[in-house]
């Protein structure tokens, strides 16, 4: 380390001296050459002689050291030159420039003195001795940086004067030499000294330097160091702050963790709480099996929990399991502790403390097994009481079975009227399927597209609304094309608060009820026969056409319509020919009179129709002539033609009347009056009718008075037995006796009562009345007296009759062969099997039945053998028209059947001696007409029986 460190100096030293010696050689040289210069001034100034060696040692000495300098300054500045090139450098000028002084020397010691004379050995020698001294004086002074410098400038320039005391030895400059000697051995003494105390200076300057180095080496690491430690310690400032902050963040997370927790556990204890009250709630029970220790935690009732012993646990359930489900427990239990199930679950009955026993879900799963043989060690459930749940789903299942199985339709709707539910009955009812019902609403499934219907949806939404309640019909067309008409009851269902929660509906179906009421009203206010409006209607709508629309109708007129001489033809087409030919006549009347109001049938051959009167349309004569005109053309029944006529009688409102009775009766006067023309006629009401009408209008109340007030009286025309003139009996004919207007005759109130209850009031009269008079006559002594009495379809069909007949019969203590009825063919037609039974019965009291107007109703020939009938009545038509050949083949047709059959046959209307005799000849039984005599009152009719009694003697 020293050696290192002692190169190093060396190193050191020796530049040092190379540099230091290249600074101070410059001194040196100028010294040099201010020393030749004194001594050249000094030879030249005192000596005058010239020496050219001198001048030329001078002037080659002052060009060497300038150039030298020169040399030195330009090649050798400053820490910029090679230290090996200075030192050769340094060598060779010192030792030139030692030898330009010691070559100096010796032409001062030892040419001058021979070459001038002035100049003595002594000069010589002082001047040689100042260039030496002061040459190395000033050697010593520039060039001990290192000894060697100072040698090579000082041995060449003693050189000379050390050979002059060898070469001359001249001892009168012994002292001289002596002295320059000793002080040429003090100068390199000098030299050495001063040599060795610059090396030692360089040496220590070195050091020096080195340690200065060292220590600002040191300074800077110390600063750096320094340096280091400030970031060092900003950084570790840095950690402590983020230290710090952290610390803060930290303690503010505990804190809030703190917080959370402490929240968590109030959060968690509420929960426990709500746990146990929704385990005490739901009737849960948990348990917890420690298998391994045989214990069980189980929760009762109010949810306290009790650890128990496995066996005393197990011991309590298999006395209060049901035993029908023990079994099923313990096998579940079983499966599962075998783990051959993933969940324990059971079902069973249980007893409580009452006795009772109750349904409950036990529940449960092993959550610990052993590892090694997998038996298990702890298991946890829930045992639930399910006892209200499943009473609740029996209940729900009832519920659900009765809406499945109800015959209504049933939907619920929530709040929103959305259906939530829809039963099968209302799929079946609205054609749709429950999934494209539901989540629709209440009115989407119905076609919304009329206005009305809009409307009414709306209003019904409404109400709803408003009410919570709905209840009415309507008629619904669904989205399926399904249209009917419903009956719809919605009630809302409310909650606690009386909030509506949901609606419930129940729809009925109208449908084929109201078919039925259309079908019902149909046959009600239509004629099936015709498909016309019947009487009924006719008189309904010509009410409201009067009454309620009196406003937009200011005229009409009512034309009444009857087929001219429709009963014969009726009867000789019989029953369904005639219904032919009046569904005929219908259609061309309606096909006729499409403007009209409209068209009615009122009865049998009866017919109305009702136009509104206006300027703009045919007058109601040319109506009229048109429906005459439609019926020129023959009308192809069975395919036979028939011309028909009709009658027809005019009425207008307001002119005739504002009521319509008395429109009614005014059209049927000109009916009336037609018809009394021979028909095919128009006629139209006239004021001169006007009591007529009167008396029409208030018939019906009159006659009902008229019965009250005992009015009706009968009226007796004999029959006479052809074969002995002798009277055979009477037939009773009733008469209106009235107080004002006198007699009036039947045919004037019959249609009318026959129309009503009335004509069984009056048949009742006449029995009573003619029973009475029958029990008169037979105390007069007219004992085989037959009465006949009109009877028509009415009294047959009401079932009074028989009682109306036994009652007089028990009255007035008469024989039942003293009576006689009098009904109608069309009589037999109705009820045929009632009738003919009621004919049984009336036979069973003797009583003989006529066929009344025989020839003019549905003569089917079939009623003769079927029905009880004792009597042919050939009607006073025929009897008329005796004298022309086809009627009295009829007649004569008539009478041969009628005895064929074994009846009697009685011929009515007989009004002259050429019908009677032609009638006789026929063989038959019995007259009755004007030509014996007219009806008579019952005074007359015994005075006219007491007259003929003397008949048969004088036959
Ligand atoms: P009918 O039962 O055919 O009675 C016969 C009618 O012919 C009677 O009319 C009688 O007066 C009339 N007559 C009898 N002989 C002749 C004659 O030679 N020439 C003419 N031109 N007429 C003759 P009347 O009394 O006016 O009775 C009419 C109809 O009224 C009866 O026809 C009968 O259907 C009905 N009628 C009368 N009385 C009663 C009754 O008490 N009860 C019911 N239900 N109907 C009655
Ligand atoms: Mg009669
Ligand atoms: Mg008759």
Redesign the pocket.
Known sequence: MSNIQDEYINKHVSAAQITNTIRLSRFFLVSIVIVSLYIYCIYQFYFAKPSFYLNLWFISTVLFCCLSLLITSIHFKPRNFSLKHAHRWLQFQFLATGSFIGVGIALIYYYLPQYNHDFNQVHGLMLSALLLIVSQAFALTFLTQRLNYFCLAFIPAILPYLASQFIAADTSNYLFHLTINFALIVILLCANTSSRIHQRISALYCKNNRLVKNAEQQVLWTDELCQQLKTEINKSKEIELQLQLNNQLLEQKVKERTFDLAKMNTDLENQQQNLVLAHEIAGLRPWDWNIKDREILITNSKQQKTLKALKQHQHQLQNIIHSDDVEHFKFSMKQHLRGRSNLYEATYRIQNSLGKWKWVHDIGRVISRDPINQKALRMVGIRRDIQQERTDQERLKLAASVLKQASEGIFILDEQLCYIDVNPFYEKLTNFSQEKIIGKHLFDITANHKSQQRNDHYSIINQLLKTGEYDGEMNEKFLSGKELTVWMHINAITDEQNRVTHYIGIVSDLTERKLQEQRLSYLENYDPLTDLPNRFYYNYQLHQYLVSQKDSIQQLAVIRLNIDRFRPLNEFLSNSGGDELLRQVAQRLRLTNAEALFVAHLNGDDFAIVYEISHIRPSIQQHCERISQAFSLPFTIFDQEHIITLSMGIAFYPENGRQLDYLNNCAEQGLTEAKNLGGNTIRYYSNKNTALLEQGIYLERDLRLAINNNELI??Y?PKINFSDQNIYGF?????WNHPTKGII???SF?PL??RTSL?SD??R??IQQTAKQIRHWNDLGFNNICVS????AQ?LQRGQLLEDLDYAIQTYQISGSSLEL?I?ESSLLENSITVKNLLDEIKERKINISL??FGTGYSSLSYLADFPIDIL?I??SF??KIGENKQEAIVSAMIAMGKAMGMMVVA????TQQQLQYLQDLKCDIA????FS??LPESEATIFLEQHRLIPSQV
């Open positions: 009968v009226y025309q037939e009773a004919l009733v008469r005759p039947p045919n019959i009562a026959e004509i009056i048949g009269i006449v009495v009109n009877v028509v009294q009098e109608t009344d107007d009545k009607d006073r009897i008329s009515e209307g007989i009004e009755q007409g004007f030509l007219k009806p």
